[in-house]
């Protein structure tokens, strides 16, 4: 099928890849004109396993280009997925949705002929139904340019299988045209076994932000019974192990550490607070705002322990941290715990320095007064202290012998729970975790 994509940026240029991939022509949509010329060259501004790959060869292919132009997008398809972003706003904690408005009606008036809208974009719930209207009101096909809602479920780091091997495809329609084409659309996955939910559209947008709302409550809660843990000498890890049997509760998600971060659960849960109170059902989702401070006092505490490790004092300590990206496999510094945390010690008076496998560049742009080092072992030469806060896999593979002559004192926190802190202690070290005993 021909279709486009509007919005380029990390989830346009992955459904557009893995689209292209699949055998459809694509026509991507960016306004950014940097952005826009990087992925014609086939390359792309961000990091995803396999997304450079796939989108080079299918630029290669040429089942996808690029472009500017709203006019070039309805004329070259009759199914459109709205991919653009919806960030915080900078007034409130409401989404912003201007960039969804914005393509809807930048797209609209060149849609002569029967069309579908697809919004994939995480939104308010009540906006699909605004923008089906203004659709209606400016497209010259009237009626016969519809909307639907898809919203997507991709986590960063598993993009691609995401895209291409759903857990679940949602289609929010209101007319049986629109759920017709999308099944065709689908067919692939449908036919591997991804289950479909149709709705209505109201539905379709709550479905993503009620997942990431439980994500968040989860992990914020496994966060708070590791401070329970740390009062009275119990070890979080086990009780997560023991709870996490339960069928009803499950072991995923249920590890205690530093927090979530990135660009969609913190500023989802915000959003979905606030559209709650403009409908008036504010206490429903009232507990959100503990979560969310929960999450947020996990980062506070590390900088405690950081700063009770070291003597109780930042100025002249070296502080050593592995990780600046939210979540390993991926760039992205957006609302990221690790890099939080560098900052403050940073401004606390200690010396930082930093390394994470992909994400030095983006974190540097961020947070330029932080020092950035090549390698995790640089990372801790002359430390005080080493944080792990990331927890990339090359982390797990050092030994305490990998360091014992690079640091100025052999202290480790493990803010995700995933080292041996037992090796650790045996090789001289003190060692502490989230919500785990200092033995």
Known sequence: MRIS??????????????????????????????????LARGEVPMYEPGLAAMLSAAVGTGRLRFTDSYADVAAFAD???????????PESLAADVSQVVTAVEGLAPHLDRPALVVGKSTVPVGTAQRLSLTLAELA?????????????????????????????????????????????FYAPMIDDGSPVVVTDLATAELVK????????????????????????????????????????IGRRFLNAGIGFGG????????????????????????????????????????????????????????????????????DDVRDSPALWVAGQLHLGGAG??????????????????????????????????????????????????DLDDVVSRRRLFDGRNVLDLDAWRSAGWTARAVGRPER
């Open 209 to 248: 932000v009620a997942a990431n709302a439980f994500l968040a409550t989860k992990i914020s809660f496994v966060n708070a019974m590791a401070e329970v843990c740390e009062a009275t000498g119990a070890d979080v890890v086990d009780l997560a192990d023991a709870i996490g049997h339960d069928d009803r």
């Open 352 to 401: 930082v320095r930093i390394y994470d496998p992909r994400a030095n560049a983006s974190a540097a742009r961020v947070f330029p007064p932080l020092e950035y080092a090549e390698s995790a072992v640089e990372a801790a030469r002359g430390a005080h202290l080493v944080l792990h806060l990331t927890e990339w896999p090359e982390f797990r593979e050092i030994t305490p012998g």
């Open 263 to 330: 660009g969609c659960l913190p500023k989802d849960i915000r959003a979905f607070v606030h559209r709650a109170g403009e409908l008036g059902v504010e206490d429903a989702m009232s507990f959100l705002r503990h979560v969310d401070d929960i999450n947020q006092r996990q980062r506070e505490r590390v900088v405690k322990v950081a700063t009770a490790m070291v003597g109780g004092r930042l100025d002249g300590a070296q502080v050593g941290v592995w990780g600046a990206a939210f979540k390993p496999d991926s």
């Open 5 to 38: 994509v509007i919005g380029c940026g990390y989830l346009g240029a992955t459904h557009a890849a893995a689209m292209a991939d699949l055998g459809h022509e694509v026509l991507g949509m960016e306004t950014d004109p940097g952005r826009r010329a990087t």
């Open 79 to 89: 199914l459109h997925f709205l991919c653009v972003g919806t960030p915080q706003s």
């Open 140 to 184: 010259p096909a009237g009626a016969e340019a519809m909307l639907a809602w898809n919203p997507e479920f991709l986590r960063e780091g598993f993009a691609l299988q995401d895209t291409l091997h759903p857990d679940r495809i949602v289609l929010g329609v209101a007319d049986g045209r629109a759920e017709k084409v999308l099944r065709d």
